[in-house]
């Protein structure tokens, strides 16, 4: 398909999208490239970065990898997601520290827009679209309760922590953020960014390409083979999560990160009537209806996604 520049703007837009989603602890990048359009090109074009790509390169050069991995529309979307990662993460990261339930508001009417416009893609129900929708919600709800671990900070682990957590960024509903701080890894990561610390940045960058480019494949092929409950249980994902994004909590533990500063650990939602701070009742609804809107909007105005 012949994009045009303006067309490449919009996937960068949307990269960017991707990359502030995938910052805040809770909420999917995946997610964002699924309501957006351009999920299944995404996938598809991973999946094509294979060893037969090396054959190609070999054979034909560089300009017929190009093609063949779809690289315009990746490095668009990429850059987009890189753009946003080093401008948009501290500004977010202040809003969460600063306005935790106006934020917190704004990302649950997101994810349940998100679920909701996702959900209209499975074809037709049946009662395995319905288990797998099931199973999703209470996959996501689990991790989303469960503890951070203590874990070592061994190359090998920080290797690890790096195909994981790109596995769930591109899963709709699943943080990859969120991932790394069940791992008790989100801090040791962020640090290394900031003090450019780059043994541990360049391990934990190949351990994102090789669980992108392999977890690529499997989706690729569940979205063939099972495409309804593949999409039932991304879409259980999405609800799962809305426990983590609730805007309302009670802290349970806390620990100190790297900057001194006491930070929750576990929580519990609760009403807003249990919340110990300002509920912002009148504001949070506000903003969750804001946030509802706009992926409704998106949904309205954007094309039908394309599989490459």
Known sequence: M???????????L?????????????VSGGTIAFISGIYEELINSLKSIEIETLKVLFKEGIPAVWKRVNGNFLAALFVGIGISIVTLSKVITHLLATYPVLVWSFFFGLIVASALMVSKKITSWDIKSVGGLLFGTALAYYITVASPAETP????????SGMLAICAMILPGISGAFILLLLGKYEYILTALKEIDIKVILTFMLGCVVGLVSFSHVL????????NLTI???TGFMLGSLN??????????TRINSHGLEVPVTQESVLPSGFEGEAFVIGAIVLAIVGFMVIYLLEKFSPEETTK
């Open 220 to 227: 690729s092929w569940l979205f063939k083979k099972f495409h």
């Open 2 to 12: 012949k994009r045009s520049l303006k067309d490449y703007v919009l996937i960068s």
């Open 14 to 26: 949307k990269g960017m999208g991707m990359g502030a989603a995938d910052v805040v602890p809770g």
């Open 244 to 253: 983590k994004v609730w805007p309302w909590k009670l802290t349970l533990t």
């Open 153 to 160: 900070t061994e190359l090998w682990f920080i290797l690890l």
């Open 232 to 234: 039932a249980v991304l």
